[in-house]
């Protein structure tokens, strides 16, 4: 079963930039589809984007477009999340998911913290 | 975007009650919903996929139904572990999205 370990917890001025690292198990990066989806302090879950093979790339949602950028490092098995010019309202719980069964996720990442204050 | 409303948003329950949650898209999403639990402080778990198909290794009190715009999770015979919050999400384009959460708390 593949397994993902994100990155440690966060705290960052408003206007910088965070990365946030997904590491997966079993060599698997290749053959797996993995999205990102926050969770901001007593809201709901949102998605942010992920690879989506009908697309044939990564699609992001239209809300976070140009401020949002998701790539991978085969060599390392790894995906990032960076998430520029951060506001207030990106503080949230970042988790890592897999896409199965048509983009129902089924495995997910423990969750990376993001805080941004000033 | 489809728009996908949850509901209650909230609701109070005992050990061994049925409850169900209902999830209504703003459009037809055919079968392409997905249900999950989240606890705090944990990562969201998948427990029905397709609709009314059971992630591997989720307990069989756990059941959905529906088609087109309307679903439902029941739950059959509520246990302690699932004092949660349960989101519905659907999978049949993108943007992908969630409805806002139903908190199922304890009577």
């Known amino acids: 079963q593949v397994q993902f370990v994100q990155s440690g917890a966060e705290v960052k001025k408003p206007g910088a930039s965070v990365k946030v690292s997904c590491k997966v198990s079993e060599n698997t990066l290749t053959q797996i589809s993995i999205h990102w989806v926050r969770q901001a302090p007593g809201k709901g879950l949102e998605w942010m984007g992920g690879?989506?093979?009908?697309?044939?790339?990564?699609v992001y949602a239209q809300n976070l477009q140009g401020r949002v950028s998701m790539t991978e490092d085969t060599s390392t098995d790894t995906v990032y999340l960076e998430v520029n010019s951060l506001r207030s309202e990106d503080s949230a719980m970042y988790y890592c998911?897999?896409?199965?069964?048509?983009?129902?996720?089924?495995?997910w990442g423990q969750g990376t913290l993001v805080t941004v204050s000033a | 975007d489809i728009q996908m409303t949850q509901s209650p948003s909230s609701l109070a329950a005992s050990v061994g009650d049925r409850i169900t949650i209902s999830c209504r898209a703003s459009q037809s999403i055919s079968y392409f919903l997905n249900w999950y639990q989240h606890k705090s402080g944990k990562a969201p778990k998948l427990l029905i996929y397709a609709a009314s198909r059971l992630q591997s290794g989720v307990p069989s009190r756990f059941s959905g139904s529906g088609s087109g715009t309307d679903f439902t999770l029941t739950i059959s015979g509520l246990q302690p572990e699932d004092f949660a919050t349960y989101y519905c999400?659907?999978?049949?384009?993108?943007?992908?999205?969630f409805g806002g959460g139903t908190k199922v708390e304890i009577k």
């Open positions: 998911a897999k896409s199965a069964y048509r983009r129902a996720f089924d495995v």
């Open positions: 690879f989506d093979p009908e697309h044939g790339g990564i």
């Open positions: 999400q659907q999978s049949y384009g993108t943007p992908l999205t």
